[in-house]
């Protein structure tokens, strides 16, 4: 199916319970990360996930994606729903859920870099622009943190670890959805994050005894919602519009975190963390906007392969 600037109503529902979802999950994490650390909490989420996914999968009787999909899949299945996690949840053991959300979403920029090198999508002329401004910022958010001690600091690099991984996923993942359905995407990444993470199973066991019941929601919740539904949608939506496009959508999570872990955690980045928050999504923006001679004459966008599993609802 080819790209196409025309609104479609499915892929704006999808990416809304992308955001959605992906924003709650930084509230999760954050509030989980009380009682698990970062590589049971992990292998809780990608394996529920996995569960989930491998049954609809085996449900529908899709078969096993293409020989083609399997290097986007496992490279996936290793950053993304590995690597990525591992980080993210490590760094917000370390810094507040806004302040997360707010040093991941630079990742716009960078799927926007290498989806013009290696997907041949273009280099808007303000992404380097954009570049400098959202990097100044994320200075700005570690001066902030550094009054706290390094280890706020290393929250701030561990966020960055996450926003430069899920970069090179969502551009691996573009041309491997030529080859396979997000279903099998999804549910064969979690799978082999989750075989990956199996060293950390006796330690996610006991933690979770020693834990209250809502560590274990928490467990549930990020596998069936922020990833297995998440990442579906994403998927879907994907198949309508461009890497760089889509990965802009998602700077509007740091403000609902902010307000979701004001409200059910009772924490806020400070002021100078919130500006340069700020200063990273606005240079985000930069980057993606378009000069109006640039929209007119923009490259057509390469065509996509039918997703079986649409619209089925996918970080």
């Not at 999760?28 to 609809?56: K, N, Q």
């Not at 290097?71 to 729903?81: N, S, V, Y």
């Not at 409200?263 to 980045?269: A, G, K, V």
Request: glycine share 10%.
């Amino acid at each position: 199916m080819p790209v196409s600037d025309k609104f479609n109503a499915r892929a704006a529902i999808a990416i809304g319970i992308t955001v959605l979802c992906w924003a709650s999950a930084f509230v999760s994490i954050r509030d989980a990360g009380r009682h698990l650390d970062p590589g049971p909490l992990t292998l809780g989420r990608a394996g529920v996930a996995a569960v989930v996914l491998l049954a609809v999968w085996a449900i529908r009787r899709e078969g096993l994606p293409k020989r083609a999909a399997w290097p986007g899949i496992l490279t996936a299945g290793i950053l993304w729903f590995g690597l990525y996690m591992v980080a993210l949840n490590w760094g917000e053991q370390l810094v507040d859920a806004g302040t997360a959300a707010l040093i991941v979403n630079i990742g716009p920029i960078l799927i926007a870099l290498l989806g013009g090198w290696l997907l041949k999508e273009g280099f808007p002329p303000r992404l380097f622009l954009g570049m400098a401004v959202s990097f100044a910022g994320v200075a700005v958010v570690s001066l902030s943190m550094s009054r706290d001690g390094a280890a706020s600091v290393l929250g701030v690099l561990l966020c960055l670890v996450s926003a430069i991984t899920y970069a090179i996923s969502v551009v691996v993942q573009k041309p491997t959805l030529k080859h396979c359905t997000s279903l099998q995407f999804t549910a064969f990444g979690n799978a082999i994050a989750a075989v990956l993470c199996l060293p950390f199973a006796p330690l996610l066991f006991s933690e979770l005894e020693a834990a209250p019941s809502s560590a274990t929601l928490h467990v549930l919740y990020l596998g069936l919602f922020p990833t297995a539904l998440a990442f579906l949608t994403w998927g879907y939506a994907l198949r309508f519009t461009t890497a760089g496009k889509l990965g802009a959508t998602t700077y509007v999570v740091p403000a609902i975190v902010v307000g979701l872990s004001w409200i059910l955690l009772d924490e806020i980045p400070t002021w100078l963390t919130l500006a340069g928050g700020a200063l990273a999504l606005v240079g985000v923006a930069i980057s993606r906007s378009r000069g109006r001679k640039q929209s007119n004459d923009a490259p057509k966008p390469p065509v996509e392969a039918t997703d079986a599993a649409a619209p089925a609802v996918k970080s």
